[in-house]
């Protein structure tokens, strides 16, 4: 099993950054995809970003120019730098992992209990 965990959500105006950290432990293996996901209420989920162990990243339209991703390999930690933060960023943000499991030959996703971002006016 994987356990995630998001830290650095909180209050912010508009035109602020903040910086999101998730932990990660458990049975994570060298070769993944780690990412942020948002949710604000009443929409789906949707992805942010997203870095590969090799340090492949995507981002959302939305996002691209503001926000970066980065991970830490040895920690297992990927973080999200938000800069020029806008309203509309308001959303629960989750930490995801995804990686192929031998047991069942399929992709497991992981996901933290998420944490509010919270941006405004």
């Known amino acids: 099993q994987v356990q995630l965990v998001e830290s650095g959500g909180g209050l912010v105006q508009a035109g602020g950054s903040l910086r999101l950290s998730c932990t990660a432990s458990?049975?994570?293996?060298?070769?993944?995809?780690m990412g942020w996901y948002r949710q604000a209420p009443g929409k789906q989920r949707e992805l942010v970003a997203s870095?590969?162990?090799?340090?492949?990243?995507n981002y959302a339209d939305s996002v691209k120019g503001r926000f970066t991703i980065s991970r830490d390999n040895a920690k297992n930690m990927p973080y999200l730098q938000m800069n020029s933060l806008k309203p509309e960023d308001t959303a629960n943000y989750y930490c995801?992992?995804?990686?192929?499991?031998?047991?069942?030959?399929?992709?497991?996703?992981?996901w933290g209990k998420g944490t509010l971002v919270t941006v405004s006016s």
């Open positions: 995801n992992l995804r990686q192929f499991s031998v047991a069942t030959m399929t992709f497991m996703n992981y």
């Open positions: 458990g049975s994570i293996f060298s070769s993944n995809t």
């Open positions: 870095i590969t162990s090799a340090g492949i990243t």
